[in-house]
């Protein structure tokens, strides 16, 4: 059984550049939630995919998008990059956003 | 949101056991206490969850307070495996679902 998978495993881009994150959840989970984590930090709550529609955001600016298919995997979409944008990108899957999240090794972006 | 206050880091010798604190004393009556690890070059691993009363599992015990304003982890016997950053998170459940809010988290560190 394939955990929460993630692609790609790293990524280099430049400042204004749009980049597109993908995560395929554990099987049999059907809500997928995205974090930042920036160097030395907690990871921090970006949203949550539920039913493909956004069912909670955190205190990302709009720049910061998603998507939800109908096979339950997601993309997390970053639009005009900026250096501070540059962290490891988790995603975590659930079953109905409840108890235990199940997390994948991340996406290491840096912006230059 | 409540939030939770953890010890920097922590350091313990291997095959002894390990208490990690955590205080929370603004939890509300509906907030789970949630640990999470993570190790180096990993996302976080859920560890155990509570909301009352004691908890136990193949990985480790939570001891939660009467009051609820604090609990502990404990690690029965650490090994070097368990060197890790623990995070106490309180999850904050919304009528649109979970979201998990770390800290900063405790680095353990495990010496032979």
């Known amino acids: 059984d394939a955990g929460v998978t993630q692609s790609p495993t790293h990524l280099i881009k430049t400042r204004g550049q749009q980049v597109t994150l993908r995560c395929s959840p554990k099987?049999?989970?059907?809500?997928v939630s995205w974090y930042q984590q920036a160097l030395g930090q907690g990871p921090q709550f970006i949203f949550q995919?539920?039913?493909?529609?956004?069912?909670q955001r955190g205190n990302f600016p709009d720049r910061f998008s998603g998507h939800q298919f109908p096979n339950y995997s997601s993309e997390l979409n970053v639009n005009a990059l900026l250096l501070g944008d540059s962290a490891l990108y988790l995603c975590?899957?659930?079953?109905?956003?409840?108890?235990?999240?199940?997390f994948g090794p991340g996406t290491r972006l840096t912006v230059t | 949101d409540a939030k939770t206050t953890q010890p920097n880091s922590m350091e313990s010798n291997e095959e002894e056991p390990v208490h990690l604190p955590c205080n929370h004393s603004?939890?509300?009556?509906?907030?789970?206490i949630h640990w999470y690890r993570q190790l180096p070059s990993q996302g976080p691993e859920y560890v155990i969850h509570?909301?009352?009363s004691n908890v136990n599992n193949r990985m480790a015990s939570l001891a939660i307070a009467e009051d609820r304003k604090s609990s502990t982890l404990i690690l029965h016997r650490a090994t070097l495996r368990d060197a890790a950053v623990y995070y106490c998170?309180?999850?904050?459940?919304?009528?649109?679902?979970?979201?998990?809010?770390f800290g900063k988290g405790t680095s353990l560190l495990v010496t032979p």
């Open positions: 975590a899957s659930s079953l109905g956003g409840g108890a235990g999240q199940y």
């Open positions: 099987s049999g989970h059907d809500t």
């Open positions: 995919y539920y039913e493909e529609e956004e069912r």
């Open positions: 603004t939890i509300s009556g509906t907030d789970y």
């Open positions: 509570g909301l009352t």
């Open positions: 998170i309180l999850r904050v459940k919304s009528n649109s679902g979970y979201a998990l809010n």
